[in-house]
Each structure stands twice: as C-alpha cells, then as structure tokens.
C-alpha cells in the first residue's frame, strides 16, 4: 500500500508503445535476415583472417622465380614486362573480429546437428549464391531425399539463433 503522498506511476502513460518495427530500425530487435546477413559477413571475416602456414608458402614460392630470372637485373626494375599486383583484401580488424565471434556465439544456440546445416548455408551465401542450394546440401548433410525438409530445419535452427542474438542484444 503506497502512502497518500505519494502517487502511483503508471508506466503506459509516461512513455509510449514501441512497435516491433521501431525496435528493430533502432536495432533493438535483429530480424532473421538480419542475423543471416551478419552470420554471412562474419564467414567473410573469417576467410580474411591470415593463414601464416599460407603466408609461409606464398614466400618460399617466390625464390624460384627470383633466381630463375637472374639475368634481367633488379627485382624491382625489370620495367613494364612486371604485371600488376593483385590486390589483397584489407586484414580483419580488431572489431571485425570480435563481431565475427560474437555472430559465431549466436550459433550455439542452435543444436548441435543443426550447426552443421547453418554452416553450410551460410557458406553457400558467403560464396556468392543469391539462395540457398538446398538440393546441393543434400549430400553434406548425408540426406538421400527432402530438399523443403532441409530448408524448414534450416529455419527452425536460424529461429533460435534469432532468439539468441536479440536476447545478446537486450542485455
């Protein structure tokens, strides 16, 4: 019992009611092609991240073509016969990283049997495809038939991964 000095609050009067849609432009809520979209650049993230074993043959590989073209002079100087250099992508950043992680932990929400088939779709995503090939997916899942099956499982586990992200976010 409050004391007569005092008056009650209520709290629907003081603010209004925030509409789904609202939450989610302000990014409180993250739909499930939102966390689809992070869980793409999170693989793309992580194909960015060095491979020092990679690193390490790329530059052992080079000496064969230094010493095999002795003869034309400085490796520098050799003029306009040198190709263009290809163009790496930017290394990852401390954030990126940690976005990256923080999207893999979404994951674990998943079930375990399940991680295998966002993995994968995801994947496909990150490579390029505008759907997912779900007829493709088939065989790495070790299903014989049921591509739609495939597909609802995929949803039900991203629902959880949902589930997780918004839950990451409200805390």
């Known amino acids: 019992m409050l004391p007569d000095d005092t008056q009650s609050i209520d709290i629907i009067t003081i603010l209004p009611p925030i509409s789904p849609s609202q939450e989610r432009e302000e990014g409180r809520i993250k739909s499930f092609e939102d966390v689809e979209e992070r869980l793409v650049q999170a693989v793309l993230v992580m ?4 491979d020092r074993e990679a690193g390490w043959l790329r530059v052992k590989a080079c000496w064969p073509d230094i010493v095999r073209e002795r003869n ?23 954030r990126d990283i940690a976005e990256m992680e923080e999207a893999f932990a979404w994951v674990l929400a998943a079930k375990e049997q399940d991680r295998r088939l966002i993995a994968l779709a995801i994947g496909a995503l990150a490579q390029g495809e505008k759907r997912i090939p779900w007829m493709r997916l088939r065989k790495p899942m070790g299903i014989k038939l049921g591509a739609n099956g495939l597909r609802m499982r995929y949803e039900r586990a991203m629902h959880l991964v949902t589930k997780a992200a918004n839950a990451a976010i409200s805390r």
């Open 72 to 94: 034309l002079g400085d490796y520098d100087a050799r003029g306009g016969e040198m190709e263009a250099p290809t163009l790496r992508p930017l290394p990852a950043t401390r």
């Open 47 to 50: 194909r960015r991240l060095s």
